[in-house]
């Protein structure tokens, strides 16, 4: 194991040192630059580093990088140089011995196996813990070196479910659930996940429910009157359902 959490009988208390570390290194003057990977784990990371950073009075900029693209990749280097940032945070995107900007302040929070110990940076790794954090999890107990970070534990339990972790004994998702529902925390996973996967509508069709949402047919055999359920979901609808019987928590439509 490696970084700041190696051989430490308190993992809140190092992420917190290590982002206070890492902070102090950065240039005050300029913006941190906050980059992650785009599944719900980064982003989720990215949103509490980005609101605990915001709400700390410092200046932050994000930066999701899309599929295939990594923070080593030179036309990804170029990106974050013409920035020109204080520091940079990488979550969610692996942990590397090679520097992303020689001479720029960083900190790596991450939960794969490292490939090497980053040259010149503050590491926040999850791998080899049992049981093993997600970067979202490790950017909040870091923000709380930043103030009161409680509001945001929602977004910590989201990269939790997000990187099927639910089942494992974390007593931040647990205090999750209870104060936000297991289901409405696992419908925000689904809708952070969906923009990737979901197929655009079908020309023509459009889905009429109460809530006035739209989205593809699920099915393209479907006969043309059948109702089919709101895509994305519509857990809180102030309006009457359709359907006497429809699921509270899931939108009962009808294609035209």
Same mark, same amino acid.
């Given at each position: 194991?490696?970084?700041?959490? @190696?051989?430490?009988?308190?993992?809140?208390?190092?992420? +917190?040192?290590?982002? /206070?570390?890492?902070?102090?290194?950065?240039?005050?003057?300029?913006?941190?630059? $906050?980059?992650?990977?785009f599944?719900?784990?980064g982003?989720?990371?990215?949103?509490?580093?980005?609101?605990?950073?915001?709400?700390?009075?410092?200046? $932050?900029?994000?930066? $999701?990088?899309?599929?295939g693209?990594? &923070?080593?990749?030179?036309? $990804?280097?170029? %990106?974050? %140089?013409?920035?020109?940032?204080?520091?940079?945070?990488? @979550?969610?995107?692996?942990? +590397?011995?090679?520097p992303?900007?020689?001479? !720029?302040?960083?900190?790596?929070?991450?939960?794969?196996v490292?490939?090497?110990?980053?040259?010149?940076?503050?590491?926040?790794?999850?791998?080899?813990?049992?049981?093993?954090?997600?970067?979202?999890?490790l950017?909040?107990?870091?923000?709380?070196?930043?103030?009161?970070?409680?509001?945001?534990?929602?977004?910590?339990?989201?990269?939790?479910?997000?990187d099927?972790?639910?089942? %494992?004994?974390?007593p931040?998702?647990?205090?999750?659930?209870?104060?936000?529902?297991?289901?409405?925390?696992?419908?925000?996973?689904?809708?952070?996940?969906?923009?990737?996967? +979901?197929? &655009? =509508?079908?020309?023509?069709?459009?889905?009429v429910?109460?809530?006035? /949402?739209?989205? =593809?047919? /699920?099915?393209? %055999?479907a006969?043309?009157?059948?109702?089919?359920r !709101?895509? &994305?979901?519509?857990? +809180? !609808?102030?309006? /009457?359902?359709r359907?006497?019987?429809?699921?509270?928590?899931? !939108?009962?439509?009808?294609?035209r």
């Amino acid at each position: 194991m490696i970084g700041a959490l @190696a051989n430490t009988p308190d993992l809140h208390a190092a992420a +917190r040192d290590a982002m /206070r570390e890492a902070l102090a290194r950065m240039d005050a003057g300029r913006p941190v630059l $906050v980059v992650s990977h785009f599944d719900a784990d980064g982003l989720a990371a990215a949103a509490v580093l980005v609101r605990a950073l915001a709400a700390a009075g410092r200046r $932050v900029e994000p930066l $999701v990088l899309g599929k295939g693209e990594t &923070p080593w990749d030179a036309a $990804v280097t170029e %990106r974050l %140089r013409e920035r020109a940032p204080g520091g940079v945070i990488l @979550a969610d995107l692996g942990t +590397r011995a090679d520097p992303v900007l020689p001479g !720029c302040a960083t900190l790596v929070i991450d939960h794969h196996v490292p490939t090497g110990t980053p040259e010149g940076a503050i590491t926040l790794s999850g791998n080899g813990l049992s049981p093993e954090p997600t970067t979202a999890l490790l950017a909040w107990w870091a923000a709380g070196a930043l103030g009161d970070v409680g509001d945001l534990l929602w977004l910590a339990a989201i990269g939790l479910i997000g990187d099927m972790e639910e089942g %494992r004994a974390f007593p931040e998702l647990m205090q999750a659930q209870a104060r936000w529902g297991k289901t409405a925390l696992r419908e925000a996973v689904v809708l952070v996940n969906a923009p990737g996967a +979901r197929p &655009p =509508p079908t020309p023509g069709r459009r889905c009429v429910c109460c809530c006035g /949402r739209t989205g =593809p047919r /699920r099915s393209p %055999r479907a006969p043309t009157r059948t109702p089919w359920r !709101c895509t &994305p979901p519509a857990p +809180r !609808c102030a309006r /009457r359902w359709r359907r006497p019987n429809a699921s509270p928590r899931r !939108c009962a439509a009808t294609w035209r």
